[in-house]
């Protein structure tokens, strides 16, 4: 699956931004999708999770705030962020998991000043 991430930015904290993955088969079709992140001199983290049926998961510090989801007309998989905070700032990598093979997007950067 390729996979081409988009919506990074710089924002203040409390703002707000979507990112979006664009996959190169339907959303709705691929058993797992993930938005990562990784921070400056930090391993790479699972931020949140969307399975094939719906179903979400969320990292916990982001719980409330973030929002995983599919949009069938774009055919991508947004992270609608909410309420951002400086410890969120890092490149967002979206990930797909499809038939036991793994995919990943190309970073989108995440800068939030406080």
């Known amino acids: 699956v390729q996979l081409q991430a988009s919506g990074g930015g710089s924002v203040q904290a409390g703002g707000s931004l979507t990112l979006s993955c664009a996959a190169s088969r339907s959303v709705f079709n691929i058993n797992v999708m993930e938005w990562h992140r990784q921070a400056p001199g930090k391993q790479r983290e699972l931020v949140a999770r969307?399975?094939?049926?719906?179903?979400?998961n969320y990292r916990e510090s982001v719980k409330g705030r973030f929002t995983i989801a599919r949009d069938a007309a774009k055919n991508t998989v947004d992270l609608q962020m909410n309420n951002l905070k400086p410890e969120d700032t890092g490149v967002y990598y979206c990930h797909s998991i499809f038939i036991g093979r793994d995919d990943w997007g190309q970073g989108t950067l995440v800068t939030v000043s406080s």
């Open positions: 969307i399975g094939i049926g719906g179903d979400t």
